[in-house]
């Protein structure tokens, strides 16, 4: 499911979200995966994809000895101000 969401994602960079939301499996898939409760569903999709809750701050407890904060970091995330909260994105380069 996970690789069909991002062909749908690179192929249809504008309309993925609506794409995704009105196919039932990868809908159910998604909702079913992410970890944050939004009303953006491109947010609810990358959340899913990527296992990250994305809103506010990371959890200051540790995992395997280092914060959240570090092993995102590690994983090429990059921190986004946006409406009031810290989210996180992957750069893509």
Do not use: C
Not at 18 to 28: E, G, T
Not at 29 to 36: A, C, E, L
Not at 38 to 65: C, D, K, V, W
Request: a positive charge; glycine letters at 4%.
């Amino acid at each position: 499911m996970k690789d069909e969401i991002l062909k749908i994602i690179q192929d249809k960079p504008k309309h993925f979200a609506k794409i995704i939301k009105n196919n039932a499996n990868l809908s159910a898939w998604v909702n079913d995966n992410s970890q944050i409760e939004s009303t953006n569903f491109a947010e609810i999709i990358y959340s899913a994809i990527n296992q990250y809750h994305m809103q506010g701050a990371p959890s200051r407890l540790p995992i395997n000895g280092r914060t959240e904060w570090e092993v995102l970091q590690d994983l090429g995330y990059d921190r986004i101000w946006d409406t009031g909260k810290i989210k996180w994105i992957k750069s893509i380069i």
